[in-house]
T-cell receptor, first 114, second 112 residues
Framework: AQSVTQLGSHVSVSEGALVLLRCNYS??????LFWYVQYPNQGLQLLLK??????LVKGINGFEAEFKKSETSFHLTKPSAHMSDAAEYFC????????????FGTGTRLTVIP | EAGVVQSPRYKIIEKKQPVAFWCNPI?????LYWYLQNLGQGPELLIR????????DSQLPKDRFSAERLKGVDSTLKIQPAELGDSAVYLC??????????FGQGTRLTVV
């Protein structure tokens, strides 16, 4: 079974500061890992994905995440926050056995302070 | 390429009434998901289809919820009768595989 834990339901950063959103996963098989962003009253949009190729994954809007097997982590970072980054961010895990089930964390709300 | 289309976007119904949500996935995506999202929470899987087969419906409350995916394309999720606790956003997503999902904008259901 797979699951993800997102540490910190709310994160606030100043505009231009580093963004770090934490995600730890649990999986009995090699995982696929994803970060999604959700703006108010919208569906979820894929930011980036790890599918067992490079461990450092670059996504849209300047975000990136690093898969660390030893730490079972997949933290999301962005060097410089922009006001438009304010949103809800979800980490998700699937597995490489082909089951295709996708499990989400509880989300982290990012606030960017001008 | 068109994304996942859901309708309606918003629905307000009285408790004990039936309601249905419709989803048109991205063309060629064999996997279709229905998720439930409560306010301030992450999406929770209700049912997953591979083509027209429901391969995981373990989290679907079958006493009042039902779903179908005719011809392995469009899907409908139904609630009958609706309860106050069903108020939430219902998300549909489709996938080309590997768990990567593309989401529709969701249907916000309010049961009064």
């Amino acid at each position: 079974a797979q699951s993800v834990t997102q540490l910190g339901s709310h994160v606030s950063v100043s505009e231009g500061a580093l963004v770090l959103l934490r995600c730890n996963y649990s999986s009995s098989v090699p995982p696929y890992l994803f970060w999604y962003v959700q703006y108010p009253n919208q569906g979820l949009q894929l930011l980036l994905k790890y599918t067992s190729a490079a461990t450092l994954v670059k996504g849209i809007n300047g975000f990136e995440a690093e898969f660390k097997k030893s730490e079972t982590s997949f933290h999301l970072t962005k060097p410089s926050a922009h006001m438009s980054d304010a949103a809800e961010y979800f980490c998700a895990v699937s597995d490489q056995t082909g089951a295709n089930n996708l499990f989400f964390g509880t989300g982290t709300r990012l606030t960017v302070i001008p | 390429e068109a994304g996942v289309v859901q309708s309606p976007r918003y629905k307000i119904i009285e408790k004990k009434q039936p309601v249905a949500f419709w989803c048109n996935p991205i063309s060629g995506h064999n996997t279709l998901y229905w998720y439930l999202q409560n306010l301030g929470q992450g999406p929770e899987l209700l049912i997953r289809y591979e083509n027209e087969e429901a391969v995981d419906d373990s989290q679907l409350p079958k006493d009042r919820f039902s779903a179908e995916r005719l011809k392995g394309v469009d899907s409908t999720l139904k609630i009958q009768p609706a309860e106050l606790g069903d108020s939430a956003v219902y998300l549909c997503a489709s996938s080309p595989g590997r768990g990567e999902a593309f989401f529709g904008q969701g249907t916000r259901l309010t049961v009064v």
